[in-house]
Structure formats: C-alpha cells, structure tokens
C-alpha cells in the first residue's frame, strides 16, 4: 500500500509542518500505523550563552534602559529648543553630561546609542563605552536607518537597514555594543494594513536573527503610534494582532527568545481619544496584552513613554509592576528621562551637576516603579507637563491653518483631526513629531495663491509628506 503523509497545514500567514507518518499494512488484514521520528534542527550560535546572560543583566531588578539614539538632526532639534547648535561638540558635550552622571548604573542597566556616540569619548579622552563598563551600564546601539514610506500600503511605512546590517552589527560589537535596537511603527489611524504588519514582524525578525549572530541582543520595537481617537479596546486588538505576526516570524528565524529583549508601546487610547485612561485601566490592558502573546521565555519588557509626560510613563510603569509578572517588565525612556534633564541644563557648564542630579531623580522614580514602590510625592511640575498635552496645541494650529489660510476640506481629508493624523512634516523622515514642525510652517507657511489646491503642494519646499511619529 503507498505511503500516506500528514505535512503541510497552510494557514493565511504561517505554516506549520507536522510529524511524518506512514500507514504500513502486514501480510493479512490487519494494518499498523508506524510513527517515524523526525529531528528538529535547533539553532545554537556561538553567542547563545553571551546573549542570554546580556538580557539578565539588563532586565535587572529596579534598573531600565536610557535611550539617547537620537540621530544627529533629531538631537539637534533638542538642542535648539534650548538655543545650542547642532554640531559635534555639542552633541558630544550633552551625551557627556548624561553618561558621565555619577551614581547612574543603580538605575540604569542599559544605554542605546547612535553611531556616533558610540565612537565618541569625552572631553578627557574617555570613551563613553569604557565610561558606561565603569557603572556597570550595558552599551547598546541603534541599527535601523529609519522608516520609509510601504509601496502598497495605506499611507504606511517599513524600517530600512537590513542590507550591510551584519558587518556593521560585527563593528558595533567589536566597538564594546552588547545589544542593537531597532524601530519601526504601526499606525491605527491608517489601518493598520495586514501588509505593514507582516512587513513589520518580517524586519524585526530578520534584524533579531542578524544581531544574534553577531553577539548583539536584539530589542525588538514595532511602536504603535499614539496618534488617533480611537478607544483602549482597538489598540489592545492592534497590538495583539501585531505581537502575534512578530513572534510566529522570530520563532521562523530560529531566534532565541532567551536572547532577546522587547520595547512595546504601553496599550493605551489614541492620543485625541475624549477619555483618558487611569494607570490602572493601562496597566490592565498591557499586562493582557503581554500575557496573551509573549512567552515567558523572554527575560524583559522594556517599555517605550511614546509622548507620555515624565510623570505619567512612571505611574503607568509602577501601576504594571503591582504583582509578579512572568518577565522583567521595566522602561526604555527617551524624552521621559531627558526632558527635565534638558530644561536644567540650558547649554551652560554651571548646569551640568544640576542636569544630572535631575537625571537621577528620573532614573530612580522609574527604578522604583519598576520594584512596584513609586510615588508622587515631591514631583516636579515640568515631570507632569507631557507631550500628549501638546495635541490640544495642535487642534488649535489645525484650526488655525482652516481659518487664516482656507484650508477647509483640503482633498476632502482636513477635518477636526484628520491633518493631524494623516500628515507629519520633518526634514528628516519620521524623526519629528507635529509640534516640532508648527514653527517649519511659521516660517514658510502657504501663501494665499495656494488656497484651494492639494495640500501636497502647499507645504515649504523644504519639507516632506510622512505618516509617522517618532
């Protein structure tokens, strides 16, 4: 009697491969089903036992990860808020006073840097990787070259940066990085489409894999965008939908997940939702979110602030942190570590204790909420001012652009927030958030000539359409 197999089930985005089997039958009547073994390669790279004892160190009780990746043009936007310009010595002299904060590696167990950081040193001659070894901080380096917009999409975008990405990421660890980030974005309000999202799980993927090989542990970040009005229900259904693609792509790969670290987006409303949720109503649906789809094999959760104010990524941290969880879950903050820190320091050497000290606050509230023991008392006013406040600003720059300029209904899209959703403007692509790019259109706005046309062609010359948020 022929042989018969059970191989293949194809499912609409993965495929799984059963055992092999064959029906034998004996001399008679009788028939025997005879299992055959089938032997399963198990990937083990020659970094497998670095790379998990990298992730323990950084998912570390009560420490985190201070992301300062900041490409160079979106540095500089920091910088000029408080009056400096964007070149090296500045750039230099701000990471400095950063990194060389004196009691820093209690908090912080993992810092990512760009490229140039990387290579940098201080004013001393240090380099600033020899400087986080001495607080016992884990360097890590920014891998992604930014998103680009996805042919085919809904006005969406893909992260670019695979090509060359193993001989750099072998650079980086030869240069003292012990771990690579790398981001790419899903957007609600454009869909999101089921192309974005396999495309999304796909490169992050990849990138994973590449930077295993290489010795680096991979943070894997596809960010859900704030922007929308949509409730805490549909994100919570984007991010399961999106967590899911993503691990069935690692597992496609043969990526440790031991080896690995994540830097979800918090499960919270759209930024221009009506009703704002409490800690614990965020906590709530992140925790489901985690539980649902991501193995307890992962030894950290890393979380990005995403726009949320100083004050409010904590307490969202603190609030998920109220009983044991099956993974370290901890932060990765960028502009919730730094913004205070900025404002302090002002560009002037005499500053620089006061901006560090104010770093530490920041870094030890998040410690705290991390161990599940935060509390407000003696917070700053500027930790409670975030950015999600700025949306206000923006309607009323929308509304500004309707009144003075005619914008109204331009290719039927303007409505109370549809140009905040749909269109972001930057010089550099996806690295700039709305409320950088009010003063662009002060300083080049449209003229009266432009009334009435396609808002593609109304925009300073200088600037391009993008549909992403840093």
């Given at each position: 009697m022929p042989s018969v197999s059970f191989a293949k089930l194809n499912a609409p985005s993965s495929t799984w491969i059963g055992g092999q089997q064959s029906l034998s039958q004996r001399s008679g009547s009788s028939t025997r089903l005879a299992t055959r073994r089938v032997s399963l390669p198990i990937r083990a790279g020659v970094y497998t036992d670095e790379l998990i004892k990298t992730a323990k160190t950084i998912a570390s009780p009560g420490r985190g990860i201070l992301a300062i990746d900041e490409s160079n043009a979106t540095c500089g936007k920091r910088l000029s808020s408080i009056g400096l310009d964007n070149n090296e010595p500045n750039r230099q002299a701000y990471r400095q006073l950063l990194l060389t904060t004196p009691g820093l590696g209690e908090y912080i167990s993992g810092a990512i840097l760009f490229e140039e950081t990387l290579y940098q040193s201080t004013t001393n001659g240090k380099k600033f990787v020899d400087v986080l070894h001495d607080q016992k901080i884990v360097p890590g380096i920014k891998v992604d070259k930014g998103l680009v917009p996805l042919p085919g999409s809904n006005n969406e975008s893909w992260c670019q940066g695979l090509d060359g990405l193993s001989s750099r990421s072998a650079e980086y660890y030869k240069q003292g990085a012990r771990f690579a980030k790398w981001r790419t974005v899903v957007s609600i309000p454009c869909g999101p489409s089921a192309l974005a999202v396999k495309e999304a799980a796909w490169g992050l993927a990849r990138y994973a894999a590449i930077s295993q090989d290489n010795g680096l542990v991979p943070?894997?970040?596809?960010?859900?965008?704030?922007?929308g009005d949509h409730p805490i229900e549909r994100t919570l259904e984007v991010a399961e939908k999106v967590w899911a693609e993503v691990?069935?792509?690692l597992a496609e790969n043969n990526v440790t997940f031991e080896g690995i670290l994540l830097k979800p987006s918090m499960v919270t409303p759209g930024a221009e939702h009506k009703e704002k949720a409490s800690p614990e109503t965020?906590?709530?649906?992140?925790l489901t979110m985690l539980k649902r789809r991501v193995p307890p094999a992962v030894p950290g959760i890393m979380f990005l602030s995403g726009g949320q104010s100083e004050m409010e990524a904590t307490l969202n941290l603190h609030a998920m942190n109220q009983s044991p969880n099956p993974w370290h879950v901890s932060f990765s903050y960028?502009?919730?570590l730094q913004n205070t820190v900025l404002k302090?320091?002002?560009g002037h050497s005499e500053n620089v204790e006061a901006a560090?000290?104010?770093l530490l606050v920041r870094a030890k509230a998040n410690s705290q909420a991390q161990l599940g023991k935060y509390s407000t008392e003696g917070e700053s006013e500027d930790a409670k001012k975030g950015m999600l406040q700025q949306c206000k600003k923006l309607q009323g720059f929308n509304?500004?652009?309707r009144v003075v300029f005619g914008l109204m209904e331009i290719d039927g899209e303007l409505g109370d927030s549809g140009f905040i959703n749909k269109y972001v403007c930057s010089f550099e692509p996806y690295q700039s958030t709305p409320w950088e790019w009010?003063?662009?259109?002060?300083?080049a706005p449209p003229s009266a000539a432009h009334r009435n046309i396609p808002l593609s062609q109304t925009l300073p010359p200088n600037m391009s359409m993008l549909t992403a948020v840093r």
């Open positions: 943070i894997v970040e596809p960010e859900i965008l704030l922007d691990f069935y792509y965020i906590a709530k649906y992140t960028a502009r919730a302090t320091w002002q560090q000290k104010a509304n500004f652009l009010e003063r662009e259109w002060e300083e």
